[in-house]
């Protein structure tokens, strides 16, 4: 397969493309954050240019798409609205129309925080009522794909694994904050069922070969709060886990409007599998193997 990863600079992207690089030709779309690697052709194609997305389609001839390039950060998309517009949602609607015209397949990716987290376990047939601006775009590019592109799959995640940045997932934050002895904090009213970014990728190929289309969960079939999720972290990798202080997030001050239970159900994609999709111990399981075996270091490595 000749597969097209937008975003391939950012977490979901870089994991995604790394890991279908070994069994498919491999493009991945990367904007302020340059990458060297052999592992797959790098383009760099600002998307909100006029004709970036034309000249990215013809020179990667998808047969699959991967949209992971998004304005993913919270605080970011607040202090620029008409940005996460443009990204999260017209980007979107733009590539959904290409693919749909060229007969390629499409994954967009979107988010469980279009939900508000007021009493959690969501399907796929919960209304949502996006708190922030990035949950509010990203709801309105999962429905400007869906209705550009009903054969697209619109996949509503959470993640956490090694980033280039190396500090882009909550894991991650974990790990630096806890191997430096830094008293932390957990949020214990904020839940999430997040899947290691290597198992979601596998999760997005296999329902691209099982040629699934519209809206699904795609999220850990084991959920957690935050400070659980920490602590459990922090047994694995033998870190001191009372650094760890439980909270509460409206002690935080943190400025974009966060949800608490965001506990999503899988239900509907497991049906497709036929098998469950990876738990929080599978995942941190692989997390820290990944650690042991110096992934960290080699996808820091790749920042150019
Ligand atoms: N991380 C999470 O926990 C999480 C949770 C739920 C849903 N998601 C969703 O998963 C997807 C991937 O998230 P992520 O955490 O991997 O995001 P990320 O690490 O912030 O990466 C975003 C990617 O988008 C690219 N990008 C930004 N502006 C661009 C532009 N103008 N043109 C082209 N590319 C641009 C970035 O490129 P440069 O860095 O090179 O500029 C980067 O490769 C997003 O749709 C997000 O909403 C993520």
Known sequence: MRILVTGASGLLGLNTALEASQQHEVFGSVNKNEIKTTAFTVIQSDLTEPGALDRLIEESQPEWVINCA??????????NPALAEKLN??????LANYVAKGGARLVHLSTDAVFDGEHGNYSEEDEPNPLSL???????????????????????????????????SLAEWFVNNLSAGNNIKGFTDVYFCPLLVTHLANLLFKMLELELHGLYHVVSSECSNKYDFGVRL?????????????ASVS?????????????????????????????????LAGFFSQYENGYPEFIKGMKV
């Open 134 to 168: 990035y949950a509010r775009t990203k709801l309105s590019g999962e429905k400007a794909v869906l209705a550009a592109n009903p054969e697209a799959i619109v996949a509503r995640v959470n993640l956490f694994g090694w980033s280039l940045s190396g500090k882009r």
């Open 89 to 94: 949602s017209e980007l979107p609607e733009k």
């Open 234 to 246: 922090a047994r694995l990798f033998g870190f001191e886990e009372s650094l760890i202080e439980p």
């Open 251 to 283: 002690q935080s001050g943190l400025s974009a409007a966060r949800s608490p239970k965001l506990t999503l159900k899988a239900d509907k994609l497991i049906q497709e599998l036929g098998a469950p999709t990876p738990g929080l111990a599978e995942g």
């Open 70 to 79: 998004a304005l993913a950060n919270l605080d970011d998309c607040e202090a």
